[in-house]
């Protein structure tokens, strides 16, 4: 069955460290990857989008990569803050079209 | 620019009582979903609009659940009638859908949190 799998226990960091998030996929073959932000109560923001063909991207304290081997993408936040404390969601879209599938998305906390 | 707006954002109703969303996209946004997500879990898509037509409806419960965007701009969901599993927020989100990279990026609204009793 298809599944995107991403850590369903929320991860616990100390401000200033490196928050690493996983996606990981099964029996799907993305043609894109994208990452969004969603707070209590709102509507998911867009983070960053990763071509199949790409192996890294970056923005700002963002770093996104993504590993069609491994069927995985890692979501990387350096220098973490506090403002970062959110559920972190996955999205992949199977062809160039925009039908997104979302996976249940990981909680970030950020101790200060 | 503005974003997406939705209403209301909140709704509680009676079993089998009907219900109705709408949904106003980002100016000159294309592209136009609805997703129902429940707590816990991601966004799932229940139907997408370029334009006025109805592109995938795949997932949409077509037995009780409804949709159009006439003059292919705002939006409506309706639900008749509804049922007690149908608590959840309903998300709208729209996309430029004109091709480039940035035509991928979908824009949320804040949601309608609906509460069947």
């Known amino acids: 069955s298809q599944k995107i799998e991403q850590n369903s226990e929320a991860l616990n960091i100390q401000e200033g460290k490196t928050a690493t998030l996983t996606c990981n996929y099964t029996?799907?073959?993305?043609?894109?990857l994208q990452w969004y932000r969603q707070d209590p109560g709102r509507g998911p923001v867009f983070l960053l989008l990763?071509?199949?063909?790409?192996k890294e991207k970056r923005k700002e304290r963002l770093k996104v990569t993504f590993d069609t081997t491994l069927k995985q993408s890692l979501f990387h936040i350096t220098a973490s803050q506090p403002a970062d404390s959110a559920t972190y969601l996955c999205?992949?879209?199977?062809?160039?079209?925009?039908?997104?599938?979302f996976g249940s998305g990981t909680r970030l906390l950020v101790r200060p | 620019e503005a974003g997406v707006v939705q209403s209301p954002r909140y709704k509680i109703i009676e079993k089998k009582q009907p219900v109705a969303f709408w949904c106003n996209p980002i100016?000159?946004?294309?592209?136009l979903y609805w997703y129902l997500q429940n707590l816990g879990q991601g966004p799932e898509l229940l139907i997408r609009?370029?334009?006025?037509?109805?592109?995938?409806d795949s997932q949409l419960p077509k037995d009780r659940f409804s949709a159009e965007r006439l003059k292919g701009v705002d939006s409506t969901l309706k639900i008749q009638p509804a049922e007690l599993g149908d608590s959840a927020v309903y998300l709208c989100?729209?996309?430029?859908?004109?091709?480039?990279?940035?035509?991928?990026?979908?824009?949320f609204g804040p949601g309608t949190r609906l509460t069947v009793t």
């Open positions: 989100a729209s996309s430029r859908g004109t091709g480039g990279e940035r035509s991928y990026e979908q824009y």
């Open positions: 029996n799907y073959s993305p043609a894109y």
């Open positions: 990763i071509r199949e063909n790409e």
């Open positions: 999205a992949l879209s199977e062809d160039s079209s925009y039908k997104l599938i």
């Open positions: 100016s000159g946004h294309n592209t």
């Open positions: 609009y370029e334009n006025e037509e109805a592109v995938d």
